[in-house]
């Protein structure tokens, strides 16, 4: 039996990767549509679509596929086991990935597995509930956990110790609340989660800045606060930051996207020199901000380092959480 369903995993594997080579560029979202992995795909692909005139352009007919599962796992087991040759086939990450990394979530891997091409913009944590929402603040909130955390159902992309969780478990201990004695929905990426909070599945959202933009001009979402040093531009401007209201907690988020680990190092190169085209452009720093994202822009060599070492801060907060051993 273990026989049987190790062949039909690699018939599969190798079928994606023939449909992902016979369709041309591929970027994977590691998670449901309509989230931040999703956005990130959607503006490295406008990113390259946007050199299209130029000269020496580099492919512009990215096309974005869905991949989810265990929160970046299968997508980054698909790659590292796979597909590990493919030379357009890009994957997009997160802060959150990095954290999952830290904490064993990918299995027995390293950082130094893959090939970081591009971080193509930074992202901030926030909190947000319903429109007709009885919390107006985050001190509501704050207030509504003190008195009752068994009450209140917080929606998170993953499961205990991913990104979304661990500001949740900030906020909380900050406040002076275990996290432990919080109620959270294991959910998957950041769309599901305000589909499940607009459906009243849940009361709130622990996301990232970039999701509540896309869902708050609706009118439907009521952001309570960014977890950023200073408030944050665009439309988002009147949201207060967590330190204003009180508690003392700022998660930065990078994105970006990675390739498999065995495609030559001409063919990394030259992705490489194309995402350094892109984040030069005016046109793509246009793009980034209509997005919700701010500027942060690494490629290669130097974003591997940043990598390795986000993933060791990222090891030392989640061993004080009490979530590696």
């Excluded at 369903?5 to 591929?26: D, R, T």
């Excluded at 596929?65 to 590292?80: D, E, N």
């Excluded at 107006?136 to 917080?154: E, S």
């Excluded at 709130?204 to 960014?226: C, H, K, P, Q």
């Amino acid at each position: 039996m273990k026989t049987l369903l190790a062949l039909i995993c690699a018939l599969c594997l190798m079928c994606m990767g023939l449909a992902a080579q016979a369709a041309g560029l591929e970027c994977i979202v590691p998670s449901k549509p309509g989230g931040a992995m999703d956005l990130t795909c959607k503006l490295a692909q406008k990113g390259l679509f946007g050199l299209r005139d130029t000269p020496n352009p580099p492919p512009s007919d990215m096309h974005i596929s869905y991949l989810p599962g265990g929160i970046g796992a299968v997508a980054w087991h698909s790659l590292v086991s796979g597909r590990r040759t493919e030379p357009n086939t890009l994957v997009a990450f997160s802060g959150g990935s990095l954290l999952n990394l830290a904490q064993g979530k990918f299995g027995k891997v390293k950082s130094s597995d893959v090939r970081w091409v591009a971080a193509l913009g930074a992202d901030y944590g926030m909190i947000a509930v319903r429109a007709d929402s009885p919390y107006k603040t985050l001190r509501d909130l704050v207030a509504a956990l003190q008195a009752n955390p068994k009450k209140v159902l917080i929606g998170v992309s993953g499961t205990i110790g991913s990104q979304d969780w661990v500001k949740m478990a900030l906020l909380a201990k900050t406040s002076g609340i275990d996290p432990k004695a919080l109620r959270f929905v294991a959910l998957e990426g950041g769309g599901e989660a305000f589909t499940a909070m607009h459906a009243n599945f849940v009361q709130v959202v622990s996301g990232d800045a970039s999701e509540a933009a896309l869902y708050s001009a609706s009118g439907n979402t009521r952001v309570l606060a960014v977890l950023s040093e200073q408030r944050l531009p665009g439309v988002l401007a009147d949201v207060p930051t967590a330190r204003e209201q009180g508690v003392d907690v700022v998660w930065p988020i990078i994105r970006g996207v990675w390739m498999g680990p065995h495609a030559s190092d001409a063919e990394y190169r030259q992705w490489v020199s194309h995402f350094e085209r892109v984040l030069a452009s005016p046109q793509f720093a246009q793009m980034r901000a209509t997005s919700g994202l701010y500027p942060f822009g690494l490629t290669g060599d130097a974003l591997a380092a940043y990598v390795k070492k986000a993933v060791d801060d990222y090891g030392k907060r989640a061993t004080e959480l009490g979530l590696v051993r």
